[in-house]
Every structure is written in structure tokens, then in C-alpha cells.
């Protein structure tokens, strides 16, 4: 056994519906936009360039039934719902062919985003980082085994604050469907077991306040229930 001169970090990982077992999250990819409805209201051509992405830490994931800290740093932050996919194997320039068969399972996911510091970073040119990739900023919920779900490519995706319904698509206006993220991606980086890729929202996305109810689904896979927690400092 390894000494170590201070604590180890904890390993982070998922439950998995229907076991016991839990699946280790080694990274969080994420797409930055992939449908184009969401796209426009960001004020981009969907189709002029191919897609992107950036990641956030693992530690960023927020267990299922836990509670959202509302950040430091930001006076707007935004939920986007999306299609998570956890691969259980991993590979590089992996054919868009063979992709699906890489994927141990699905869930639903919230892309927490501190709007106002991604849009100021992105005005200057500069990382994403402390617009995305901020302590639980990542609410997972429990993953679903494609042996039980499929391989879902058409079916809602929606998101309801405090029940009003703000986000809602189709799995199908994905403009890179699963298969083809996997493999752009597999390009780009090494993809390993363990490795998780937030697949992108649709149009809706919008703020968040402390109090906040939030629903999440994409239906046939999994819904998410989080509670928007206080700022640092409230009580
Ligand atoms: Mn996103």
C-alpha cells in the first residue's frame, strides 16, 4: 500500500440503477453546444463549424438527491439539461460505426453554468473554466446500463423550474448524435472507462435562484430532482 504525504482525494463515482455496484467517473467531457435551436440563442450558426468541448473535473459531479450549492462569483447561473453517456470502454479514433458499443450507460445530467463569467470569459477570448467547471456543478443522476435502457436517440429531454416547463426537445435535434460525439471526440483525446460526456442542451436555458425546485428527464432514461441551495453566507 502507498503512503501518501496528505490525505488522498476520494475517488468520485456513480450509483448505477439496478446494482449495487457504483461507476467510477474518471472525466467529465462535455459538448459546448449540439442542438441548434440552443445554438441560436446563443447567437451562433449551428452548422458553420464542427463541434466543441471542454471538460470539468470529476469532482464536480453533485450526487443524486443532493442539494446545489448556489456558487460563489455569480449573480446568474443557469441550469442546462442534457444526455449523459458513461463509457465503459475506451479507445482512440474510434469509428462512428463502432461507437454505441463503448457505451456502458445513460443518464440525465445538469450542465450548471455561471452564464455571467462563461459570457464575460468568452467576450475576452478566454477559458471556460470558471463559467463551467466550478465545485458541483455537475448533478448526475443515478446512471441507467444501456442493457436496460438502449441506446436512446429520440425521446424528450426536458427540464420544469418550480413545475413550469423551461427547457424541452427531442433527442432527434441533436445536431451530433451520440455515436458521432464519441467518435469526434476519440480524435481528439484518448477516451477511457470511466469517462463521462455531457452530450449538450436545447433551447430554454435560463436562470436559477436559491429556493428553486428543479425536474429533469429525457424520457425512457432517467429524471433528476435537485433543489437550488442558498449562497455562501445564507442561512
Ligand atoms: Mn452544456
Known amino acids: 500500500m502507498n503512503d501518501f504525504v ?23 467531457y462535455c459538448v ?3 442542438y441548434a435551436d440552443h445554438a441560436v440563442e446563443m447567437g451562433i450558426d449551428p452548422r458553420s463549424e464542427p463541434p466543441f468541448f471542454f471538460l470539468k473535473p470529476a469532482d464536480a459531479v453533485l450526487q443524486p438527491g443532493e442539494s446545489f450549492p448556489y456558487p460563489p ?3 446568474n447561473v443557469h441550469h442546462e439539461v442534457e444526455l449523459v453517456v458513461a463509457l465503459g470502454q475506451g479507445g482512440k479514433d474510434i469509428p462512428f460505426a463502432a461507437a454505441l458499443d463503448h457505451v456502458f450507460g445513460y443518464t440525465v445530467g445538469l450542465d450548471m453554468t455561471r452564464r455571467d463569467l462563461q459570457l464575460a470569459a468568452r467576450a475576452k477570448g478566454r477559458p471556460w473554466d470558471v463559467g463551467k467547471a466550478f465545485d458541483h456543478s455537475a448533478p448526475l443522476a443515478a446512471l441507467v446500463p444501456a442493457a436496460i435502457c438502449g441506446h436512446p436517440n429520440q425521446g424528450r429531454i426536458w427540464l420544469d423550474v418550480n413545475g413550469a416547463r423551461r427547457q424541452s426537445a427531442d433527442l432527434r435535434d441533436l445536431i451530433w448524435p451520440v455515436a458521432e460525439v464519441i467518435g469526434l471526440l476519440s480524435q481528439l483525446f484518448e477516451l477511457r ?10 433551447a430554454g436555458v435560463g436562470p436559477v435562484v436559491p429556493g428553486d425546485s428543479v425536474e429533469a428527464g429525457i424520457d425512457g432514461v432517467a429524471t433528476l ?11
Not at 193 to 202: A, H, L, N, R
Open 32 to 34: 459546448g453546444r449540439n
Open 73 to 75: 462569483g455569480s449573480q
Open 225 to 235: 430532482s435537485l433543489v437550488i441551495g442558498g449562497r455562501d453566507g445564507d442561512h
Open 193 to 202: 472507462p470511466g469517462d463521462i460526456i455531457m452530450t449538450g442542451t436545447p
Open 6 to 28: 496528505i490525505d488522498a482525494p476520494a475517488s468520485v463515482s456513480l450509483p448505477i440503477v439496478g446494482s449495487n455496484a457504483r461507476f467510477p467517473v474518471r472525466r467529465i
